[in-house]
């Protein structure tokens, strides 16, 4: 059960592949998992507040010593993005700490991430991670192509995979909103993904032999969630209703008959409270049209 009052500093899935938060409570981090949960929850957006920083050494998340405030589209201030020295686009960046180096030198592994017809992404994972990065962007599908002894190796063939035609290289969580209200259909997602393997090995002249196809969907807990019925809950300050899936950063909470998604990624950073009785929402108006 969530605390009464807490800072959400960060949301992704663990070993096991389930959906969790953590909070920040008291100058301690608790880890809460997200399904089954009945949230009702109120976020104070007036102010910002830095999550902290990422000890890569001892695997942990930790409180920012400062406690600072930070601009609306960060979600580290700058000291603690320091600390952490995390950088997903390393290859764009002039230099690179010494944590990111550490990092770059495990092994990595290429993907092919389907979301819905005629939208596949090309991306790259640390495989210590197992599926977690595939799971945290809400792909529906996905192909593992091959394991590289470094991240600067799987880069080179997602930088070449990314120029083909049909490919995209980052899909924004809005976009992606609106691709779950899309019927799912898992054979014809996989017949896509093999497809455009197919043409990636040709076109770029490397097989893939160890290529793995990956059924994220099953984790996400989708099965009799009627998700062309879902109410995109975009720049609400409320959490609420009884979590039913959990897709990448998506949250579906079935919430008086009706389901709601947000966008948990807008909410971290922010103080949270539980409200006590019901909270009434003003749904959006997209809603009339889905009855």
């Not at 957006?45 to 999550?51: G, H, I, L, N, W």
């Not at 320091?82 to 290859?91: E, L, R, S």
């Not at 809400?138 to 470094?150: D, P, V």
């Not at 949270?272 to 749904?283: F, N, P, R, S, T």
């Given at each position: 059960m ?101 990092i ?24 210590e ?15 593992k ?42 054979a ?13 090995e ?90």
């Amino acid at each position: 059960m969530l605390p009464s009052e807490f800072l959400l500093s960060y949301a992704s899935f663990n070993a096991d592949n389930k959906p969790f938060v953590e909070c920040q409570v008291d100058g301690k981090i608790e880890r809460h998992e997200l399904f089954e949960q009945d949230l009702s929850l109120e976020f104070d957006f007036s102010v910002k507040y830095c999550t902290g920083w990422v000890d890569f050494e001892n695997r942990c998340s930790q409180i920012c010593p400062d406690h600072a405030t930070v601009d609306e589209k960060y979600e580290n201030c700058l000291k603690c993005r320091d600390k952490t020295g995390f950088n997903p686009a390393f290859y764009n960046a002039n230099s690179v700490s010494a944590q990111q180096e550490k990092i770059n030198q495990n092994p990595h592994f290429v993907y092919l991430a389907y979301f819905a017809p005629n939208v596949i992404k090309v991306g790259i994972s640390q495989e210590e991670r197992g599926i977690r990065r595939l799971l945290e962007q809400g792909a529906r599908l996905a192909i593992k192509l091959e394991t590289f002894s470094s991240a600067l190796i799987a880069r080179q063939y997602e930088a070449k995979i990314s120029k083909l035609d049909g490919i995209v290289e980052t899909l924004p969580v809005h976009k992606k909103m609106e691709l779950i209200k899309l019927p799912f259909d898992r054979a014809a997602g996989e017949r896509e993904l093999r497809q455009k393997l197919l043409e990636i090995e040709q076109k770029i002249g490397v097989s893939f032999p160890k290529s793995e196809l990956i059924p994220c969907e099953d984790y996400f807990q989708t099965a009799g969630v009627d998700l062309s019925r879902v109410v995109l809950m975009k720049d609400y300050s409320q959490l609420v209703g009884h979590v039913r899936s959990v897709i990448g950063s998506i949250v579906i909470t079935d919430y008086d008959g009706q389901l709601l998604a947000y966008n948990i990624k807008k909410l971290i950073g922010y103080r949270a409270q539980k409200v006590d009785g019901e909270i009434e929402l003003d749904l959006p108006t997209e809603q009339l049209t889905l009855f």
